[in-house]
């Protein structure tokens, strides 16, 4: 590895969700050599989603510090500290607003950090316009090869650079191998807002409590994203804890939380209709299943398992049924489902390009100017408005009156901007879904 990345590395995390959390922090120790002294700050970005406590205690990662930011008081941070790497675990127009933003603030330097994006989990919407968001970052990662192929396909039909693009894998696969459980467990691994009609979401859940009173032998657990309350990535306007409530539930069904790699601890069969759960299950080789009950559709995320060998409905999965997963597509995802050997030649080096090339930045000693392809010029009716949702004017500057602190709120202040923040993830989880129900009437 370059001298430089066997220093001492500091990195710094902006996440706006507990999902992106997640993957920016693991992502940030996977980027980091073993032999580095790595410190990570983390940031979380202000919002309807800003994690909890026990949130980001389920996660598992300790971060040196952490704490709250609007974007205009992160990037006056970013400023300030000389950080080796910065990682941006946001949502595409987030990754664009704060690639403008740090252009500005980083205006005339030739040292600055490598910023790093990427994708969560599984890409199946918005391709083109995610990916544009996430144009300029000296990296962007892709989780497979397959993804790798598609974002060079996406930024060179529009003429953008292409070199960004870094092939790794999801940050977060791992544990052992499927070996067997007892009892039987099957698990579904919820999505917030996959399906998102109460017809739907009722239909996954009585089929998922009818497995249940069918193999009085097996356990069966909903495997729940957040508790009531919480907010994730994706807004839950039905959650499935209180459709349960008017349900009788079988005793061998249950609600659990708790991190994914120790629910597939136990895990005999995993059934999600999209979530990236399934990739976590087929790296572990436990037998895998994508629902079709509700179709193959774009809008469920689905179809990306088109190929995978792990489409099925509950008809099937009640009468037995046990998918085998087809190897070269799981192989295409950056999913190691061979065993530890395989799993340690492959997936263990996944990073192997992305911490090279990593270090050939900071060896270079200066770096070029962020330049995102979107600016003023290319996208002058779609790039102020995503500037102007995080207080920032056209030019990447903080907009008059954008909210920013130079130091520490006092204590009564504290508890208003709580209360405040409170009031509004209200507004936008419990209030907004009713206004818009009420308009579809």
């Not at 740090?102 to 330097?109: E, K």
């Not at 739907?200 to 497995?211: E, K, N, Q």
């Not at 309350?229 to 994706?234: D, I, K, L, V, Y």
């Not at 099937?316 to 530890?340: F, M, S």
């Amino acid at each position: 590895m370059p001298a430089s990345t066997t220093k001492s590395l500091r990195v710094a995390v902006l996440a706006d969700s507990d999902t992106r959390w997640k993957w920016g922090s693991l992502t940030a120790n996977r980027l980091s050599p073993a032999e580095s002294d790595m410190r990570l700050d983390g940031f979380l970005l202000r919002g309807r989603a800003t994690p909890t406590a026990r949130q980001l205690e389920e996660v598992g990662v300790r971060a040196d510090s952490l704490r709250e930011v609007t974007a205009v008081e992160f990037l006056r941070e970013m400023a300030k500290e000389p950080y080796d790497v910065l990682v941006l675990a946001l949502v595409g127009g987030a990754v664009q607003a704060m690639l403008h933003g740090l252009a500005h603030a980083w205006d005339g330097r030739t040292r600055r950090p490598v910023v790093v994006t990427g994708y969560v989990g599984v890409v199946y919407e918005k391709l083109a316009d995610g990916l544009l968001l996430r144009h300029g970052a000296d990296l962007v990662l892709a989780n497979s090869r397959q993804d790798a192929d598609r974002f060079r396909a996406v930024y060179e039909g529009v003429g953008a650079d292409a070199s960004s693009v870094t092939e790794v894998a999801l940050p977060f696969l791992g544990g052992a191998d499927y070996t067997g459980n007892d009892p039987y467990t099957v698990v579904f691994a919820a999505q917030p807002s996959v399906p998102e009609s109460r017809k739907d979401r009722t239909y996954l859940l009585d089929r998922l409590i009818g497995h249940a009173r069918l193999h009085p032998e097996r356990e069966v657990l909903l495997k729940l994203r957040s508790k009531p309350g919480e907010h994730t990535t994706h807004i839950e306007e039905l959650p499935y804890q209180k459709l349960a409530q008017k349900t009788d539930l079988p005793p061998n069904f249950r609600l659990v939380y708790g991190h994914m790699g120790e629910v597939l601890d136990r895990t005999d069969l995993l059934v999600t209709v999209s979530s990236t759960a399934a990739l976590e299950s087929l790296h572990r080789r436990i037998p895998t299943v994508v629902l079709t009950d509700l179709g193959v559709r774009e809008a469920l995320g689905n179809h990306h398992f088109v190929g995978s060998g792990c489409l099925a409905s509950w008809d099937q999965l009640d009468d037995g049924h046990r998918p085998t997963p087809d190897a070269a597509w799981v192989a295409r995802q950056g999913v190691v489902a061979g065993g530890p050997s395989s799993r340690q030649g492959s997936y263990e080096t996944a990073f192997d390009g992305a911490r090279l090339r990593i270090g050939e930045l900071l060896d270079a000693g200066s770096l070029p100017p962020l330049a995102p392809y979107y600016t003023p010029v290319t996208a002058p009716g779609y790039l102020p408005g995503i500037l102007a949702r995080h207080h920032l004017g056209p030019d990447g500057s903080p907009l008059p009156g954008a909210p920013a602190a130079d130091k520490e709120p006092s204590p009564v202040r504290q508890i208003v901007r709580r209360a405040a923040r409170g009031a509004y993830r209200h507004g936008v989880q419990r209030v907004a879904p009713v206004i818009r129900r009420m308009g579809e009437l």
